[in-house]
């Protein structure tokens, strides 16, 4: 077993190294785009921006000629996904859905990111902030609403977002732009419009601040009433009744945006290929029949244009951001070190009254694990490891057959079962996840 | 009404293109159910760009009839890999596989599908009669009522936990542990992230339940693998003998149906329950099918009655197994069409997926709400037709995945291990496309091994990673909207109740519980 186990271990891997190379089909990296791009998200499966994202992946799928996937790349407020989008491999294959958090983030101090970190690729949309309130809710004006919130002895309840959030900052440049202390509202942090407005009906909060479009059935259903737009409306027809702010003879404005942007660093002539492949989609009528229907206002801005947009909001976000008045409007009422504490303590507590009752014990079942046991199971983790290591650069496929045919030999398994094995599953996969499925698989530097 | 009825039955079971895409639609849910790592909502979001060339009706088909598929399916890996293909499938994984390994898969799989299919038809039901009331009570629903639903939520693993309440709350507070790390929505700043901006989104639940579970069960069958003899190693193989006729018709009849269908004719009012308490969780936006067939599971009797036991060769413990996979089964497939209500009535999404159908259902300038049932009567009536069609569809097609799965226990441990492993990376990472879900799933299945010698449930850890960031997030949303005081939690009325009601399950089970000590304790003396 000794001597034929090495050198069919070698042949072997030399064999499938050329059929998997075969059978999954060389991809040649001089010609732009020659590979899957991914479009990242960093709003979850179901939202607005993620339906927006699979729009714009779709025809740009058409438009370039390679699957484009996109990766919802979800959590922290956006730190998570912008942040990997903008410190992506700068190979243009990676663009992200960026939206106006880019421009607040920073400001709260919760990432160093900020839209310099990023190449700005066209903007897509703007969405006007508005004000809500229950079908049933004595305000009929925003004027009723602002001598409410400027009179009322307990702050006025209100969401749309979590604090600090884009709809939290355009209600407070609202109340201080109308002169009115921002320590008379209290916002409560609710992640997300949908859940916020739920809130509003059942009767959780006064008002709720969001875009039209996310509003839009709830507003159709008569749940709700909108007392106000900060800024244009969305043209779709329905919000025709909708009062603005500028007729209460209110100058604020303010809203949230979203683009594509790439990593900085971004080859010059692969964004201008990937901005012409934009350009294209946002001026196609499919594009503007889907923003319409969903509700998005269409607002399309170049590369040059949508940076110095972009600067600008940051500016403006600043200025509300940093204000005192803001900061005064932000008073957490239990510390982040609250709920770990209970949880700290209840595992502690539990710890000792089990390992006291001598109920950590061992599973009588359990196997004994020997040291040529343990041996074994290091297998797994060297797997893994390996895995997450090498896939990244040589590619899915190449790794996961080698690691496959490897742990099978160890395992006993004869090559003559474990080369054809290897051959199927891999390949298979492959093409189920990548090319059916367009689920991401981790590429190497010689594409798949 | 009865004209929008025929329209309706015109628009849908009438139409051979619409059995055609449900048909193609239900083997892609049992495809993508049955990989660990792609769940129900990825399924509908990987679909959601056919939808726009598709009329309305077929596009709502195919969503209805994948995600049923995708739920069930999500059974199969469970059953045979222990890995829980969907999240909604985490709440009764040790008794699937228990049973499993005792060679009574199709036992278990049978029971699940057709609990899956009666399960999907009572939540129809709900949906069809009285879904325009029901959505109101969903409305009433502030964040102090979802505080009080999700505690009620977390507690049911402990309640289930037979042998030791202790132990499964041990395992809960290390999920709920889990959940704190990274930016939530009510703090300022991360947690214990540890200047690494991958943590800022979190823990995933999904690669860690791949860890806790697949990766946890590769290290046995690996240990396993080394101290038996490789005979051994074989699961006890199904009966795969006989002729064509036997495997493909008598077998799944007489192994994977029948019994279970005559199990469940015992079981009509349990049946019954489980799937009114899964369209009830599903309806609450914010709640949804997981944690509909974790309370499914609680509530589940335990104890067989005499009369279901007219199986002689399962064990006590197998029939209760076997009560809990159909009761957490019919649960999370009736909450599937219990999401629908508050989306259709309101245009609230009662979860991520119906969350994309209302995408799509304005993508074909349909806007849900109230309207919707008088302006486009055929279209909501098209759409309970298809609930019905979506639930037979799955009988057949879920039969034969059972039966295609099966054959996965006939491949050797040896070479099956290393392809578990590939499917438990590529899952990990497949769901936010990132290697850092890939370490994750690593260190989870370290912990979940280990965690399993000393005999502690490791369900629970997933439920507290799910329920723990949505659990604290409605604590200091209501004390921070009643103004710091402690009395916001149960100021309604609505959240009184179900505070009432969570205290006392907590009180009953404590006590249940220092009795068991006591009387432990004077036989020990």
Redesign the interface.
């Given at each position: 077993m000794d001597k034929p186990l090495a050198s069919y271990l070698h042949r072997s891997l030399i064999l499938v190294a050329l059929l998997t190379f075969s059978l999954t089909g060389c991809s040649r990296n001089d010609v732009y785009p020659s590979r899957p791009i991914e479009l990242i998200c960093p709003w979850p499966a179901g939202g607005g921006t993620d339906r927006l994202a699979r729009q714009v992946a779709h025809q740009l799928e058409q438009e370039l000629n390679v699957p484009v996937n996109v990766i919802n790349a979800v959590g922290g407020n956006g730190v998570t996904g912008h942040t990997r989008g903008a410190f992506a491999d700068p190979h243009g294959y990676s663009i992200t859905l960026a939206t106006v958090e880019l421009n607040m983030l920073h400001w709260r101090g919760l990432t160093s990111l900020n839209p310099r970190d990023v190449e700005p690729l066209c903007l897509l949309n703007r969405d006007a902030a508005a004000i809500f309130v229950s079908n049933d809710s004595p305000y009929e004006t925003i004027d009723d609403l602002e001598e409410k919130i400027r009179e009322a002895p307990v702050p006025l309840k209100a969401s749309g977002t979590s604090q600090g959030g884009v709809w939290h900052a355009a209600v407070v440049g609202w109340l201080i732009e109308q002169k009115i202390s921002p320590s008379q509202l209290n916002w409560i942090s609710i992640a997300g419009s949908t859940a916020s407005l739920q809130e509003l009906i059942a009767g959780g909060i006064d008002f709720a601040c969001c875009s039209v479009p996310e509003a839009s059935a709830l507003l159709d259903a008569g749940k709700i009433r909108c007392l106000g737009v900060m800024g244009n409306p969305p043209a779709s027809a329905i919000s025709s009744k909708i009062p603005l702010f500028e007729e209460s003879g209110i100058s604020w404005k303010m809203g949230g945006w979203r683009g594509i942007v790439a990593p900085r660093n971004i080859l010059p002539e692969r964004r201008d290929r990937l901005c012409a492949a934009l350009e294209k989609v946002c001026q196609s009528d499919e594009f503007a029949t889907f923003m319409n229907r969903a509700g998005f206002d269409c607002s399309y801005a170049g590369p040059v244009e949508f940076s110095s947009m972009l600067k600008d909001w940051d500016c403006e976000f600043g200025e509300i951001l940093n204000s005192d008045a803001f900061r005064s409007a932000q008073q957490p009422r239990f510390g982040p070190m609250f709920f770990p504490m209970i949880i700290g303590t209840g595992l502690l507590l539990s710890g000792m009254v089990l390992l006291l009752t001598k109920q950590f014990s061992q599973d009588a079942n359990a196997i004994r694990l020997s040291p040529q046991v343990l041996m074994q199971l290091l297998i797994v983790p060297a797997w893994v490891v390996i895995y997450a290591l090498v896939s990244p650069w040589l590619g899915f496929v190449l790794t996961s057959s080698i690691l496959l045919i490897t742990t099978m030999l160890i395992l006993n398994v004869p090559w003559k079962t474990a080369i054809p094995v290897t051959l199927i599953m891999v390949p298979t996969v492959y093409h189920l996840f990548a090319v059916v499925l367009h689920v991401s698989l981790p590429w190497g530097w010689m594409g798949w | 009404m009865l004209e929008s009825l025929f329209e309706a039955a015109s628009l849908t079971i009438l139409r051979v293109d619409v059995w055609l895409i449900v048909l193609a639609a239900s083997i892609y849910g049992i495809f993508?159910g049955a990989i660990p790592g792609?769940t129900a909502?990825?399924a509908v979001?990987?679909f959601?760009?056919m939808t726009?060339w598709l009329e309305p009706i077929p596009a709502l088909a195919a969503i209805v009839s994948m995600v049923a598929c995708a739920i069930f399916a999500g059974d199969i890996p469970t059953a045979l890999l222990r890995i829980p293909g969907t999240p909604a499938s985490a709440a009764y994984v040790e008794e699937t596989y228990r049973l499993a390994q005792k060679g009574l898969t199709d036992r278990a799989l049978g029971m699940g599908l057709w609990s899956s299919v009666v399960g999907g038809l009572i939540g129809a039901a709900v949906l069809i009669l009285s879904g325009d009331q029901l959505a109101r009570i969903a409305?009433?629903?502030?964040?102090?009522?979802y505080f009080w639903l999700y505690l009620l939520g977390l507690s049911c693993p402990i309640l289930v936990a037979g042998d030791?309440r202790?132990?499964a709350?041990?395992a809960l507070?290390?999920g709920?542990?889990l959940s704190?790390v990274?930016?939530?929505?009510?703090?300022?700043?991360?947690?214990?992230t540890f200047g690494s901006?991958?943590l800022?989104?979190?823990i995933g639940f999904i690669p860690a339940m791949i860890g806790l579970f697949g990766?946890s069960e590769?290290?046995?069958s690996?240990?396993?693998?080394?101290?038996t003899d490789p005979a051994e190693s074989r699961p006890v193989p199904v009966r795969q003998s006989g002729t064509f006729r036997e495997r493909a018709f008598l077998h799944p009849l007489r192994e994977i149906l029948v019994p279970a269908m005559r199990r469940l004719s015992y079981r009509k009012s349990a049946l019954v329950r489980s799937g009114t308490v899964g369209a009830a969780i599903g309806m609450l936006?914010?709640a949804g099918v997981d944690i509909a067939a974790w309370v499914s599971a609680a509530l589940s009797n335990k104890r067989s009655k005499e009369e279901t036991r007219f199986d002689q060769s399962l064990t006590p413990q197998d029939e209760s197994d076997l009560n809990i996979i159909s009761d957490a089964s019919a649960a999370n497939s009736s909450a599937l069409a219990g999401c629908w209500i508050p989306s259709l009535?309101?245009?609230?999404?009662g979860d991520?997926?119906t969350?994309?159908v209302?995408?799509v259902l304005?993508?074909?300038?349909i806007?849900?709400?109230?309207?919707i049932f008088e302006k486009q009567a055929p279209l909501v009536y098209g759409i309970y037709l298809l609930f019905i069609l979506a639930n037979f569809m799955l009988l057949p097609i879920g039969l034969l995945a059972i039966r295609l799965g099966g054959y996965i226990v006939h491949i050797?441990k040896?070479?099956l291990?290393?392809?578990i492993?590939?499917f438990?990376?590529?899952g990990a990472?497949?769901i936010?496309?990132?290697?850092f879900d890939?370490?994750i799933?690593?260190v989870m299945?370290?912990v979940g091994f280990l965690f399993?010698?000393?005999?502690i449930p490791l369900g629970p850890i997933v439920l507290g990673m799910i329920l723990g960031g949505p659990l604290?997030?409605r604590?200091?949303?209501t004390?921070?909207?009643a103004?710091?005081s402690l009395m916001g939690l149960v100021e309604r009325p609505a959240a009184f109740t179900l505070g009432f009601i969570t205290a006392a399950i907590w009180i009953w089970a404590a006590l249940g519980q220092l009795q068991n000590w006591i009387s432990a304790n004077r036989r020990g003396s």
């Open positions: - | 993508i792609l909502t990825m979001a990987l959601v760009p726009y409305t009433m629903f502030s964040v102090a009522e030791s202790l132990r709350a041990f507070l290390i709920l542990g704190t990274g930016l939530g929505a009510v703090h300022e700043e991360a947690r214990f901006p991958q800022y989104q979190g990766l590769v290290f046995s690996l240990a396993r693998l080394r101290t936006p914010g009535v309101f245009g609230i999404p991520s997926i969350a994309i209302i995408g304005l993508m074909k300038n806007e849900p709400g109230p309207a050797p040896n070479i291990i290393p392809i492993l590939l438990c990376v590529i990472y497949a936010n496309g990132s290697m890939v370490w799933m690593l299945g370290i399993e010698r000393r005999r604290e997030e604590f200091v949303q004390i921070s909207g103004n710091g």
